[in-house]
C-alpha cells in the first residue's frame, strides 16, 4: 500500500471512530493491527493470537460487511478490503456488546476457561465495552461501507423479535422474588415471537429462515439455565430447544423413531462442543435438519394407510418384513395393501423393503466395520449369495466393488 493508501485507511477509522464511538481497528493482510483505538483483546482469551483465530475463523466477504458474534458476546463488524484481486487488509469495528453483561454471566464465562482469569480484569474490560443494538450496529456497517466506496449498500435488516404482551398465571413468593431478580438483570427467556417464528419454519419445512432468526436471537439475552458455566448454559438452552423441535417435527408427519434419533445425534454433538460457537452451529444444524425432513415429507403425499407402512418398514427394517404381517398391523387386508402401495409408491412393497435394505447396508459398509455376512444376516437376507444378487440388481455392483469405491473415495 502507497502512504496515501494508510492516510485515507487512518482517516475513514478516526471518522468512524469518533462519530459512531465505537473502537476500530484495521488489520492488514499478515492481521498485523496498523490502527488500534482500544485495548485489542478480551483477556478470557489466552492471548493475541486466540483472539486473532477467533476473528479470523469467521467467513469475511470481500468489500461486503459482515456483523459476527464471539463465544463471549462480543460483536465486531467484518470488512475486508480487496484492490485489484489483491486483499489489502481488514477492517474491524468493535467489541460492542446487544445488553449489559451481568456478574453472574461473566463469572460463568471465567468459569468455562482452562486458566486462571482475572475476574476484575474481565469485569473492568465488559463496563468498557459499549452497548449497542443490532440495528444501529448495522447502520454503522452501511456507514463504513459508504465511506469507503462512496455508494450505499442494501443490507437486509435483522429483525430483533420484541417481546410480547402476555398475561402470566399467579406466583408464590419465591418464583415471583426469582422472576423480579430475572426482570431486573434483565435476563430473559428467549422471545415467544422468535421461537413460535423458528417452530412455524420447522412446520412448513423452510431451511432459509431457521439461520436468521437463531442469529437474531444470539443478540438478544435469554435466560440463564446454569448459575457455573457460560457454555453449560448455551447448552442448556440448546438441548431445551432441540426437545420441542422434535415433537413440532413429528407433528409435522416426520417419523418418529427418524426425528429422535436426529435429536440424540445433536445433542450428543452439544455436549461434545467445547466452545460456545460450535453449540450454536449444532443448534442451526438441528433446526435446519428437521426442516428439510419437513419439506421432503410435504412433497409426498401418501395415504394413511401408506404412511403407517412405511412407517413400519422403518421401525422393523432389520427384521424378515412380511406382507401379511405389515398389513395386520396396519389394519387392512394384504391385498390392498400391496395394490394400494404400487399404485402410491410406484413398486412393489417388497421391491420397496429391498431398496431400503440395501441403502442401510451401503450405510452400515461405510460407517462399521462389520463383513458381508454380518451385514447380510443383520438385515435378514436369507443368505449372503441372496444378499450379493439383489445389492447388485439395486446398485449396479457387487457388494465388495462398491466397499472399495468407498475407500477410494475416502
Known sequence: MTEQDYLDIQYISDI??????????????????????FAPYNPLY??????KAELNSFEAKLNKPVVVQTEFQENYLLLSIEYRKNMIGKFIVGPVLPYQMTENMIQTMCNDRSFIVNKQIVNNYYQEIPIMSPERFIFIAKLLYYVIFGRPLSIMEQNVSMYENNQYPELTDSQYDFVTVRRQEQ?????MVSEKELMQCIRDGNRED???????RNHLKLAELSTKSYLRNEKNLGISGIAVATRVAIDSGVNAELARTISD???????????VNEVRFHITSAFE??????NKQKRIVY???????????????????KVAEIAEFVGVTASYISTQFKKEVG???????????????????MMTPYTMTEISNQLHFSDQSYFTKVFKKVTGMKPSQYKETIHHDF
Do not use: G
Open 16 to 37: 468512524v471512530r469518533n462519530s459512531c464511538q465505537v473502537p476500530v481497528y484495521f488489520i492488514d493482510a499478515n492481521f498485523e493491527c496498523l490502527f488500534c483505538s
Open 46 to 51: 489466552a492471548n493475541e493470537k486466540e483472539w
Open 187 to 191: 435476563d430473559f427467556h428467549p422471545p
Open 210 to 216: 431457521i439461520k436468521r432468526i437463531l442469529n437474531a
Open 265 to 275: 445425534q445433536f445433542i450428543l454433538q452439544i455436549e461434545e462442543a467445547k466452545h
Open 289 to 294: 435438519a428437521f426442516a428439510s425432513h419437513v
Open 303 to 321: 395415504s394413511k394407510v401408506i404412511k403407517k407402512t412405511l412407517e413400519y418398514i422403518y421401525m422393523y427394517l432389520y427384521d424378515e418384513l
Open 347 to 365: 413398486m412393489t412393497i417388497s421391491q420397496y423393503i429391498q431398496l431400503q435394505k440395501i441403502e442401510e447396508a451401503k450405510k452400515l459398509m
